[in-house]
């Protein structure tokens, strides 16, 4: 906990705390286009909507790995202030080289590159990561279970949506969860399951609305909510009063 954190439980102060912000979305067989969505445009702040692993059903893992792999090999990579960049750097030296370091954890426990992974020289200078795509990693790995904070994504094969709600549910963050489906079903069965404070379904899983509750479960938040009435909320002093005449 911060310094500041505890002089505020010192003085009597509230406490919100917004924690780590991985989780793992799932894609399932009866989407065919799993894949097929343009990447949204990349920020070169850190947002901790970031996700620890992408877990696809045996159905279409290779043709999603495949069609995912081309639209991370085509991000254009450069300085933020170009309108034309998709990634930007990243925000310091060191979290390029933890970055780097993940990539070459996951290697080295078997994780397949499929794209990136490699340093960058660009003509502007700046803490720049490729975008990566590994594949063939296990659920229990660390790049599946720590986080990364760049732009480094990984995939996790699985049989059935149990086994991949399982998976879903076994790490210990839980901001946001996301799945991709056509299935009604695995959509109401997901947003009631998902141990997550906040799911979308067939949306990308980073925001919300402003007048919504923001927070997480597990190791992800602790306290209150953030945003709409659960921010009034956090920021009202109750007072109870009698008078008798």
Avoid at 93 to 104: R, W
């Amino acid at each position: 906990m911060s310094q500041r954190g505890i002089q505020s439980i010192e003085v009597g102060g509230r406490l919100l705390l917004a924690l780590a912000g991985h989780g793992r979305p799932l894609a399932l067989k009866d989407l065919a286009q799993a894949a097929g969505m343009s990447p949204p445009k990349a920020h070169p702040y850190l947002v901790s909507f970031g996700k620890l692993g992408l877990i696809v059903q045996d159905g279409i893992h290779d043709r999603f790995v495949a069609a995912l792999g081309e639209k991370v090999r085509a991000l254009k990579v450069g300085d933020a202030l170009d309108p034309t960049t998709q990634m930007g750097p990243a925000v310091s030296e060191s979290q390029m080289q933890i970055s780097y370091k993940y990539v070459d954890i996951a290697r080295s426990a078997g994780g397949r590159i499929v794209t990136g992974g490699d340093r960058l020289s660009l003509e502007n200078p700046g803490w720049y990561v490729q975008p990566t795509l590994i594949a063939d990693t296990d659920a229990t790995s660390r790049i599946n279970n720590e986080e990364v904070f760049g732009p480094v994504a990984s995939t996790i094969r699985v049989r059935s949506y149990e086994e991949a709600l399982a998976i879903a549910n076994g790490v210990e963050f839980g901001l946001s969860a996301g799945i991709a489906t056509t299935s009604l079903k695995y959509a109401r069965d997901f947003q009631r399951r998902a141990r997550a404070g906040m799911v979308m379904v067939n949306l990308a899983t980073a925001g919300v609305d402003y007048h919504v509750g923001f927070g997480g479960s597990k190791k992800s938040s602790y306290g209150a909510r953030e945003q709409g009435f659960a921010a009034v909320e956090f920021f009202t002093q109750h007072k109870t009063a009698y008078s008798w005449s």
